[in-house]
């Protein structure tokens, strides 16, 4: 079939022409493969300045004291290092990478449900992504909050706040829109004899991550207005000195937060069902568990959000609740957990790229999980809480979790996206400086959290330097295993062999069309008749 | 396979794409409200939460302001809601000029509202009732609140109305230039969904600030 569909000469999305020139041809395209690729290029971007910012965080803890910056630029660096990573990279993610590019063609679509929406999202987010950074050169200097924005500080501070909050309002707005259109979608553009039981698990996905986009991120949004309109008119609202309780901006805050790391890790999980039977050349284990436990952490993401504030003083009884509802998410993660786990096995493995990066993420993301159980109880909460110990959570889970998929999909798909391999050989090394370079950056910051140094600190007491310097060598071999990655990367975007339709035999509909696809995906809509991952079919055979 | 061909090839397709789905416009449609609604409950929430808070204050605060101009605007909201509503009726039924003046009806009364706004508004700033005004800061904590969450819900509320006045002129333009037709009404009809999200808000507003007292 693949080898038929090369032979005719067709234009792909990459070449097509549109009435606009130059830049333009992209820049005002609503292919959304285009726009995929189009997010994917600003994400990069922010991505680099992000891990700029990391990189020099952590060469500031190489000593106690000053090492290379005063306390306030480090501020001013942990919080835009959140600001970008969050809400620039990981919230756009994979849905704006992957689900843009890869969503209607999962399903057998042309387009999404409305393309030229879908365009708008992509001019906020990078207009978001101007704010935020025009917001460091303005007067009053970058913003030094936290990315968590907390009043009554964030009210009375006079670096910049309200555009970097204005821009993340807008990015909010971004996500939104990107996520009705995901949704209208996935109910409106399916091919024929697609149900919802046939669809990829990324699909699944990508669907259940598009309803928390549309029903958590209004609550930020109107939670971040009234902090700018109360620095400008004194509300009073989120101003306990004007009689409002700074409490509920937190609790409005988390409201969205909370269910926002599971925008940003379901996604990723989509990714990992899609990758493992591939590789495995399995069906995978226990399809209708895994969609419905993405169902379910979008569900139980929306009331654990209290368990950010166990110890700002709300009652007992509320913090036992939501101490239990948090340790429900558990479950579903679990289930996945274990069904991919069972996918594997007695598997044909090929050991590629995308699969290690899977692999890794396991890894990673069950010590995150599990210590996720750490901070999710109360007694323990209370004695690493604002430590290190939560920033190591913080990045086994979205760091190991989300972006090693995110690394792991951009492996997976860039045959399809480009037409090109990458280099496998240099793609297993980069894999292996970053496993390396990962846990030494995050795995000592278990260790000095727990005994007692807090996070957001300039400097630390001398007992700790020891963890500080194994840490800091580690974000050294991280970063270099990542620019490895993009390296590689972007080589064979440029030159690297051209792939065929599908390369790693696949089962879903993006690997039944030439790589990189046409302009309009399918000549003719397929018409579904099996599910998704039907390798037990042929094996019968 | 010459320019011109690959040219006509894409345009070919180009015009394909454009493909025709009111059912899922207005499911779009119908989640961009459910995402209003929510960008407004953060604001109930925080009313409820205050309210229970400071419940003597915001009960002597909400005498200050005037039922007789919010009531007007009640009706007025209301009428323009029913305005909107016949002009789709009209349009489906392809009156254009009945549907094209109901529109317009809705634009005037939703113009009538924020004049009444601004003068109501202008009073209460007259008066020194505005946040970080002398007069509120030496009020009790939640009379200044009370005004904070008024100021905050009811100035929202007026910014949507602008918003949906401007898409009512972009609707009144796409009815001139037949891009709307009795077959072909879905972005109107979408509007008017907008539309009755404005007023269903002012119907909650309006008991809340103005008649709790």
Avoid at chain 1, 132 to 154: E, H, K, M, N, R
Avoid at chain 1, 213 to 222: D, K
Avoid at chain 1, 427 to 455: D, H, V
Wanted: charged share 10%; proline share 5%.
């Amino acid at each position: 079939m693949s080898e038929n569909s090369e032979s005719k000469p067709y234009i792909n999305f990459l070449q097509a022409e549109s009435k606009h020139k130059g830049i333009f041809k992209w820049i005002l395209s609503t292919d959304h493969k285009r726009i995929g690729i189009m997010y994917m290029t600003g994400m990069m971007a922010f991505l680099l300045v992000g891990i700029t910012l990391g990189f020099l965080m952590k060469l500031e803890m190489l000593t106690p004291g000053k090492t290379i910056m005063d306390a306030q630029t480090y501020n001013a660096f942990f919080t835009l290092h959140g600001v970008i990573m969050i809400f620039l990279f990981i919230i756009p993610g994979l849905p704006a990478v992957f689900g843009n590019f890869m969503l209607p063609l999962q399903i057998g679509a042309r387009d999404v449900a409305f393309p030229r929406l879908n365009l708008l999202s992509w001019w906020l987010y990078v207009v978001g992504g101007i704010f935020a950074i025009a917001s460091l050169f303005l007067q009053g200097g970058p913003i030094d909050t936290g990315w968590t924005f907390y009043v009554p500080y964030s009210l009375r501070t006079g670096t910049n706040v309200s555009l970097p909050l204005f821009a993340a309002f807008i990015l909010g707005f971004s996500s939104i829109l990107t996520g009705i259109n995901f949704v209208t979608t996935v109910h409106r553009l399916r091919a024929p004899g697609m149900t919802f039981f046939k669809m990829p698990l990324f699909v699944w996905a990508i669907y259940s991550t598009a309803w928390i986009q549309v029903i958590a991120t209004p609550v930020v949004g109107i939670t971040i207005i009234l902090v700018i309109v109360e620095r400008a008119f004194s509300l009073g609202i989120f101003d306990p000195a004007l009689g409002g309780d700074p409490l509920l901006f937190q609790h409005l805050f988390w409201i969205y937060s909370h269910p926002a790391v599971y925008i940003m890790i379901l996604p990723a999980m989509g990714a990992v069902s899609e990758i493992i039977p591939t590789f495995a050349k399995r069906t995978i284990f226990g399809y209708k568990a895994i969609a419905f436990s993405s169902l379910a952490i979008a569900f139980i993401g929306y009331f654990v959000w209290a368990h950010h504030m166990f110890t700002t003083g709300i009652s007992d009884t509320s913090r036992f609740i939501f101490s239990l509802l948090t340790f429900l998410v558990a479950i579903p993660s679990g289930v996945k957990v274990f069904n991919w786990v069972a996918t594997l096995y007695k598997g044909s493995i090929t050991p590629g790229a995308p699969l290690l990066f899977v692999m890794m993420f396991i890894f990673l993301f069950s010590i995150g999980g599990l210590t996720g159980l750490v901070l999710g109880s109360l007694a323990t909460n209370v004695h690493v809480h604002d430590t290190y110990f939560v920033v190591a959570h913080f990045h086994y889970v979205m760091f190991g979790g989300t972006v090693m998929i995110f690394f792991a999909a951009l492996h997976y798909w860039l045959p399809k996206m480009f037409g090109r391999m990458y280099n496998e050989k240099v793609a297993k090394w980069s894999i292996a400086l970053i496993f390396i370079g990962f846990n030494m950056l995050y795995f000592t910051m278990f260790i000095l959290g727990y005994e007692g140094q807090p996070r957001r600190y300039w400097d630390y007491l001398p007992q700790f330097q020891t963890l500080q310097i194994i840490s800091t060598v580690g974000s050294w071999i991280l970063i270099s295993g990542i620019l490895l990655m993009f390296g590689n990367l972007h080589r064979s975007i440029k030159r690297g062999a051209k792939a065929e339709a599908n390369p790693w035999g696949g089962k879903t509909l993006e690997w039944t069309i030439p790589s990189p696809p046409p302009v309009h995906n399918f000549d003719e809509i397929p018409v579904i008749t099996h599910g998704p991952y039907n390798y037990g079919e042929e094996e019968a055979k | 396979m010459s320019d011109t061909v690959i040219k006509n090839h894409t345009e070919n397709l180009h015009e394909e794409h454009v493909h025709r789905d009111d059912t899922g416009a207005k499911m779009g449609m119908w989640l961009f409200l459910f995402t209003e609604l929510l960008l407004f409950g953060g604001l109930f929430l925080l009313y409820m939460a205050y309210r229970l808070q400071y419940y003597h204050e915001f009960h002597i605060a909400a005498r200050e302001l005037n039922v007789g101009i919010g009531t007007f605007n009640t009706i007025i909201l209301l009428t323009s809601s029913m305005t909107m509503a016949l002009s789709i009726a009209a349009m489906q039924r392809s009156r254009k000029g009945l549907s094209l003046f109901l529109l317009a009806s809705t634009k005037i009364l939703a113009l009538g509202f924020l004049v009444n706004k601004y003068f109501e508004w202008s009073a209460k700033f007259e008066h020194g009732f505005f946040p970080g005004s002398d007069v509120l800061i030496d009020k009790p904590r939640g009379e200044y609140l009370f005004y904070g969450m008024y100021y905050a819900m009811t100035g929202l509320h007026a910014l949507h109305v602008i918003a949906g006045m401007t898409i009512l002129v972009f609707m009144f333009v796409f009815i001139t230039r037949n891009s709307i037709t009795p077959t072909n009404y879905v972005k109107l009809e979408n509007s008017g969904l907008y539309w009755h999200l404005v007023d269903l808000i002012w119907i909650f507003l309006f008991p809340l600030f103005y008649l709790m007292r």
